[in-house]
């Protein structure tokens, strides 16, 4: 019997195309016989995680023939203290992408509509066609009255209407590092209707050092409606444990823990988040490297005469003299795997993540290399 099993798929589904995640190292070498390759793709943090972290996860190992605490209770109590919430306004993810999809699975129907903006994080219209929801992308800033490629609040407003159930904001963005300052989003977030609820993604929080950025974790008593999103992946060293969080009203946080699979966070994942939160140190390194990781690749992209988007995050997505997957597959050759932005309507440009400052010198010559 014939079966065409993508005719018995639900509709949202039958046109996905998987999330492309960035080449492993292991592929590279294996693929072009190269050694002592670099992976600039992932956004991941080249200090690695607190070593405070590797001995909480280490010790939560000798445990795991046992289930982990389906609450996390111990790790939902210290994020709540963190940022002076009810333990009830917590909702634990495998990564903050599981608590993204949590979030459409509980708010989208094929009834409803979601917002979200031109080259915006990869996953928001995954899990909306995954809800069978309709995407409505909001046009970004052409440069004429705000950050080019950043997120037009304006624009984006005016296609919410009364089919809109979710908005989706990353701040920064991700792949395009722009980032939308207090007074703005405030205003926005103010003006939604009570049917809309908005999802600030702050993945790339701790990086930011500009003085008007918002904390919008503390938003959480004026707007009922809106659900942030935080991840152990980037600042903290965390992203092959995968645990994210959110913080939300008590009952939206509610609806979520409905649908959030039990044990969705594993036992050394939530030990190591613990350890890592009490890490001051290890954060305050790994900020003052970005921060000097990225002016250093901005001065040789700017040496090479490439512009660039100025980003607040651990990355930098710049343009191409050419069709930036040959460049890519060009690095590839030089042992450099960074990411390329085709995917979000973004031909010519390539994101390279902020390595140490080694990996950075040997990108920016690679680079060279291969645009000469």
Same mark, same amino acid.
């Given at each position: 019997?014939?079966?065409?099993?993508?005719?018995?798929?639900?509709?949202?589904?039958?046109?996905?195309?998987?999330?492309?995640?960035?080449?492993?190292?292991?592929?590279?070498?294996?693929?072009?016989?190269?050694?002592?390759?670099?992976?600039?793709?992932?956004?991941?943090?080249?200090?690695?995680?607190?070593?405070?972290?590797?001995?909480?996860?280490?010790?939560?190992?000798?445990?795991?023939?046992?289930?982990?605490?389906?609450?996390?209770?111990?790790?939902?109590?210290?994020?709540?203290?963190?940022?002076?919430?009810?333990?009830?306004?917590?909702?634990?993810?495998?990564?903050?992408?599981?608590?993204?999809?949590?979030?459409?699975?509980?708010?989208?129907?094929?009834?409803?509509?979601?917002?979200?903006?031109?080259?915006?994080?990869?996953?928001?219209?995954?899990?909306?066609?995954?809800?069978?929801?309709?995407?409505?992308?909001?046009?970004?800033?052409?440069?004429?009255?705000?950050?080019?490629?950043?997120?037009?609040?304006?624009?984006?407003?005016?296609?919410?209407?009364?089919?809109?159930?979710?908005?989706?904001?990353? !701040?920064? !963005?991700?792949?395009?590092?722009?980032?939308?300052?207090?007074?703005?989003?405030?205003?926005?977030?103010?003006?939604?209707?009570?049917?809309?609820?908005?999802?600030?993604?702050?993945?790339?929080?701790?990086?930011?050092?500009?003085?008007?950025?918002?904390?919008?974790?503390?938003?959480?008593?004026?707007?009922?409606?809106?659900?942030?999103?935080?991840?152990?992946?980037?600042?903290?060293?965390?992203?092959?444990?995968?645990?994210?969080?959110?913080?939300?009203?008590?009952?939206?946080?509610?609806?979520?823990?409905?649908?959030?699979?039990?044990? !969705?966070?594993?036992?050394?994942?939530?030990?190591?988040?613990?350890?890592?939160?009490?890490?001051?140190?290890?954060?305050?390194?790994?900020?003052?490297? !970005?921060?000097?990781?990225?002016?250093?690749?901005?001065?040789?992209?700017?040496?090479?005469?490439?512009?660039?988007?100025?980003?607040?995050?651990?990355?930098?997505?710049?343009?191409?003299?050419?069709?930036?997957?040959?460049?890519?597959?060009?690095?590839?050759?030089?042992?450099?795997?960074?990411?390329?932005?085709?995917?979000?309507?973004?031909?010519?440009?390539?994101?390279?993540?902020?390595?140490?400052?080694?990996?950075?010198?040997?990108?920016?010559?690679?680079?060279?290399?291969?645009?000469?």
């Amino acid at each position: 019997m014939d079966n065409n099993f993508t005719d018995l798929a639900a509709p949202g589904v039958r046109a996905l195309q998987p999330y492309q995640p960035g080449k492993p190292v292991a592929e590279l070498e294996r693929e072009y016989g190269i050694h002592d390759a670099v992976k600039l793709a992932s956004n991941e943090n080249p200090y690695g995680p607190s070593s405070l972290a590797i001995a909480a996860a280490g010790q939560a190992l000798q445990d795991i023939s046992r289930y982990p605490e389906g609450s996390g209770y111990l790790l939902t109590e210290r994020l709540a203290g963190k940022h002076q919430v009810s333990s009830e306004c917590i909702t634990l993810g495998n990564g903050s992408n599981d608590v993204l999809d949590l979030v459409a699975r509980v708010f989208l129907t094929p009834d409803h509509e979601a917002v979200y903006s031109q080259y915006a994080f990869a996953v928001y219209p995954i899990v909306v066609q995954a809800a069978g929801a309709l995407p409505q992308v909001a046009a970004a800033h052409d440069g004429s009255h705000g950050p080019a490629y950043g997120h037009d609040l304006a624009a984006m407003s005016k296609l919410i209407g009364s089919n809109t159930r979710l908005v989706f904001i990353a !701040n920064p !963005n991700n792949p395009t590092g722009t980032w939308l300052n207090s007074d703005e989003l405030q205003a926005f977030i103010a003006g939604l209707p009570g049917h809309v609820m908005v999802v600030v993604d702050e993945a790339y929080f701790e990086y930011v050092d500009y003085l008007q950025y918002p904390d919008t974790s503390g938003w959480l008593e004026r707007y009922p409606n809106l659900i942030v999103t935080r991840t152990f992946s980037k600042a903290y060293g965390l992203a092959g444990l995968r645990v994210g969080y959110s913080l939300s009203h008590p009952d939206v946080a509610g609806l979520l823990n409905r649908v959030r699979q039990p044990f !969705n966070v594993n036992q050394p994942a939530q030990a190591a988040a613990l350890a890592a939160l009490d890490d001051y140190a290890h954060i305050e390194e790994t900020v003052r490297g !970005n921060h000097q990781g990225r002016q250093q690749l901005a001065a040789g992209l700017e040496r090479l005469g490439l512009s660039y988007i100025e980003s607040a995050g651990n990355f930098i997505a710049f343009e191409t003299a050419r069709p930036g997957m040959d460049v890519y597959h060009d690095l590839l050759q030089e042992g450099m795997i960074v990411r390329p932005l085709a995917n979000y309507g973004m031909p010519y440009h390539l994101r390279v993540t902020v390595g140490l400052e080694e990996e950075n010198r040997r990108f920016l010559e690679a680079l060279e290399r291969v645009l000469s």
